[in-house]
């Protein structure tokens, strides 16, 4: 399809992958959202007004939806304006899914010390609260409450299931990409960033919010403390490009890979 084919006040109606959404609202307080979708290779940007939505506060980068509008033509650009959207997938199946992936890690984790590292972390109730709500972006990959979860727990279970990875690093990379996003659960309050995220980048905070759980590992085994510390907080740089440990490019494979599938 190309713009050629399309007239104003055209109707629309099918099933479209949301991307790229945003909240705005009017000078007058009218609410609406933004965001784009693809008539085959033709992105379109589509203008939903709060009374189109179905009572759906924001959607999310990635999310199915049943699309209905009409299409017109602002300031020269074709655009359509939404008169119905329904939500076709709400990420519960993932979710439900990451929960199974995380207990089977927890439960087949042979180093018993690194075992127990996971179930007091998730023991802790009120980081599980938030690392299991939280979102893993606003507008990019996983941008839904829990997706935080969902991606994290995706990257662990890559890592985990590589045998091409030595199993004294495998287990300890997969806990480091389980953990790689933790500073998120203070940058992001459901789908806004916090005051903290504003001034401070994801990355600065994630030790800090594992501190506890990492000063205990630090107390039973210290080699193990260091290298999780190392694998979660180093990045490469003009005087430090190359990893002293491998699994770490094994942990951004599979991240790389998770954040362009979701």
């Known amino acids: 399809m190309n713009t050629a084919q399309l007239s104003m006040g055209e109707y629309i109606s ?16 009218s609410a609406y959202q933004m965001f784009e ?48 959207i ?29 075992q127990e590292f996971l179930f007091r972390l998730f023991k802790d109730e009120e980081f599980y609260n938030d690392f299991s709500t939280a979102p893993a972006s606003l507008n990019h990959h996983h941008s839904y409450l829990g997706g935080l979860f969902v991606h994290s727990v995706d990257v662990a279970w890559q ?4 045998q091409s990875i030595p199993e004294s690093d495998r287990y300890l990379g997969a806990i480091a990409g389980l ?4 500073g998120k659960i203070k940058t992001f ?17 994630n030790l800090e919010v594992l501190s506890g759980h990492l000063n205990w590992l630090e107390q039973e085994n210290s080699d193990l403390a ?3 510390r190392y694998l979660i907080a180093w990045k490469p740089s003009s005087h430090d490009s190359i ?11 599979a991240d790389r890979f998770s954040a362009g599938s979701g």
């Open 37 to 84: 979708i693809k008539l085959g290779s033709l992105p379109i940007r589509v203008i939903a007004w709060a009374d189109s939505c179905n009572s759906l506060e924001r959607l999310c980068h990635g999310q199915t939806i049943s699309l209905k509008g009409q299409f017109v033509k602002y300031f020269g650009n074709w655009q359509v304006r939404s008169t119905s």
């Open 86 to 114: 329904e939500v076709t997938n709400n990420y519960q199946e993932e979710t439900v899914q990451a929960q199974v992936k995380l207990k089977a890690m927890m439960g087949w984790m042979p180093n018993k010390i690194l």
């Open 226 to 228: 260091i290298a999780l």
């Open 243 to 253: 990893p002293k440990l491998d699994v770490y490019e094994k942990i951004r494979a």
């Open 159 to 162: 890592v985990f299931r590589d």
């Open 189 to 205: 309050s459901k789908m806004t960033r916090t005051t903290q995220g504003q001034l401070l980048h994801h990355d600065q905070l």
């Open 14 to 29: 099918g099933e479209f992958t949301v991307k790229n959404p945003l909240s705005r609202t009017t000078k007058s307080d």
């Open 179 to 182: 953990l790689h996003d933790a």
